[in-house]
């Protein structure tokens, strides 16, 4: 497994956009977080896939964020957060999606106090599934559920499904099924939400505007992996990963060290909050082996477990994980 990487752009509040990426990197998601101030625009994209929302919070729980010209009282309060589901409804699916945050939410978490906008999301690479006529295929996801991105029932490429049929047969490349997409999504094999599903290519399905061409069925989704799950144990002290029955811990991301100064700071003297660059460069390998694919587990942040990343700070262990079906 590869090693936590973080990638820290500074944000600082100007007349243009301001939005800050923290990029978690390891054996199979690359995590975007987006932090945008309120007022702004945020910009999610994927350059390959479609976005898929971890999660989506509006509020104020840090100084350093989104603070410059903003008054002392304003910022003090770093306990405010609220879930914003908009977010998820309007950017899920998509490849690039922009929202203008002014007036996004209605309510208002913590009254007179600066916020802004925190995103968390994934970009997921579509799999490619096709279908002879009379015959059958399994879509399957490893983790998450299926989610059908395209569908078509028609000829697209001269190739696809020819052998053994005369030219004339093959020829039409501009076939296309209008109503394909929802008999494999939903009604027919009904394939959204499932971990896997079979699919047939059949003209009793599909409707048929192309006659005299020999069609195949097109299928194309994406494995929308569990919401990720996060769980922050500090240093000396002990604490429980778990999944509901039917599902497993899988680790997507593991920090012991510190990067930032509020978490885990209570009663600690400012020279141990300090650091804010630290990393134990064995945290997912270790966390991995003692939680992946178990039902639950029980971690220990300390030294004697990971080692010490960074001498006098006041360390703590940061996990992301999502829950997938067994």
């Not at 069925?217 to 996060?230: A, G």
Request: aromatic share 8%; with cysteine.
């Amino acid at each position: 497994m590869l090693s936590l990487n973080v990638t820290l752009l500074t944000c600082m509040r100007t007349v243009l956009c301001c939005s800050l990426s923290v990029l978690l990197l390891n054996s199979r998601l690359l995590i975007s977080a987006v932090i945008t101030c309120d007022g702004d625009v945020q910009h999610l994209r994927c350059d390959t896939g479609v976005i898929s929302v971890q999660s989506a919070y509006f509020g104020h729980t840090s100084r350093n964020i989104c603070s410059v010209g903003q008054n002392t009282n304003e910022t003090s309060n770093m306990t405010c957060t609220m879930s914003v589901s908009i977010i998820t409804k309007r950017c899920n699916g998509l490849r690039e999606c922009e929202i203008n945050t002014q007036g996004l939410t209605e309510k208002d978490p913590c009254i007179e106090t600066y916020k802004y906008y925190t995103t968390n999301y994934i970009c997921i690479p579509a799999k490619k599934s096709v279908t002879c006529p009379g015959g059958y295929s399994y879509l399957n996801c490893e983790y998450g559920r299926i989610q059908i991105n395209t569908a078509n029932y028609g000829r697209t490429d001269k190739i696809t499904c020819s052998e053994g049929h005369p030219l004339n047969q093959t020829q039409n490349t501009n076939s296309y099924s209008p109503n394909a997409l929802y008999p494999v999504a939903k009604r027919w094999f009904r394939c959204n939400g499932q971990r896997s599903c079979e699919v047939f290519s059949t003209h009793t399905v599909f409707t048929d505007l192309c006659f005299g061409t020999y069609k195949y069925l097109t299928v194309s989704y994406f494995c929308l992996p569990s919401p990720i799950r996060s769980v922050v144990i500090c240093e000396h002290q002990e604490n429980i990963l778990g999944c509901e029955e039917g599902t497993r811990i899988h680790i997507d991301s593991a920090n012991y060290g510190r990067t930032d100064s509020s978490t885990c700071s209570a009663g600690r003297p400012a020279t141990q909050l300090v650091k804010t660059d630290c990393y134990a460069g064995n945290s997912l390998a270790i966390v991995a082996k003692e939680c992946e694919d178990k039902d639950s587990c029980s971690i220990r942040a300390s030294n004697d477990v990971f080692l010490d990343p960074c001498y006098g700070t006041f360390k703590y262990l940061y996990i992301t994980y999502s829950c997938a079906a067994v």
